[in-house]
């Protein structure tokens, strides 16, 4: 597609529920970034992809925090036992090469946990 | 640690006023610096990028900044501002010695007043 898609754009979850959060990034795009945003803040780091390997995954913040991308182009996060303090944006982002490209982000998913 | 300090989170211009918003970072290596900017109720966008070459960098919509190694800075300027330049502005920073992660400021906040 023209632009990196992330679905949903909303997502409530009471604590305890897992969620699961998708992107799909710029056809061709090699890198993918999954990032963090509280309000008031900037992204903060989370994992991230080239092709289908994993080779960052140093921000996710707990075991429960887990991101795959298995046929190397869309990518999902995937959240389990959501606590309040998981409440946050989180924004994709894809590259063509690596991060000295920049990026193009996602809409991102606002996640508000219950 | 790296890190990525903006100096203002709020600034307020009446338009045609000139815009500096400030940048300092710290990172062991060498360097690719950016600014995105988030327009209300739109995703990030990158405003421009260094990487080698001539200090002074010119992105879109009138913005350039300036690279300068020895202050560790990278400061967004715009000689006259319009109403449509209210927006979020985020500094950047990734490099060499870092991985694969791009390290970003907690934002700057701009309000034109038409």
């Known amino acids: 597609g023209a632009g990196v898609s992330q679905s949903p754009r909303y997502k409530v979850a009471k604590r305890g529920q897992d969620v699961a959060l998708r992107c799909d990034p710029i056809s061709g795009h090699v890198s993918l970034f999954w990032y963090q945003q509280a309000l008031g803040q900037g992204p903060e780091f989370l994992t991230y992809?080239?092709?289908?390997?994993?080779?960052?995954k140093s921000g996710l913040p707990s075991d429960r925090f887990f991101a795959e991308r298995p046929e190397g182009s869309v990518s999902t996060l995937k959240i389990q036992r959501t606590q309040k303090e998981d409440s946050a944006v989180y924004l994709c982002a894809s590259s063509l090469g690596t991060a000295s490209y920049g990026y193009t982000f996602g809409s991102g998913t606002r996640l508000t946990v219950v | 640690a790296q890190s990525v300090s903006q100096h203002n989170h709020h600034v307020i211009l009446s338009e045609a006023a000139s815009l500096e918003l400030g940048c300092n970072y710290s990172y062991g290596g060498t360097v690719n610096l950016f600014w995105y900017v988030q327009y209300p109720g739109q995703h990030l966008q990158l405003l421009l990028k260094y990487f080698s070459g001539d200090p002074l960098v010119k992105g879109i919509k009138g913005f350039e900044a300036e690279f300068i190694k020895s202050k560790f800075s990278f400061n967004l300027r715009k000689p006259s501002v319009q109403w449509s330049d209210t927006a979020e502005y985020f500094c950047?920073?990734?490099?060499?010695?870092?991985?694969?992660?791009?390290?970003f400021g907690a934002g700057t906040r701009l309000f034109v007043k038409a």
């Open positions: 992809f080239q092709n289908e390997a994993q080779l960052d």
């Open positions: 950047a920073v990734n490099g060499d010695t870092g991985g694969f992660k791009t390290i």
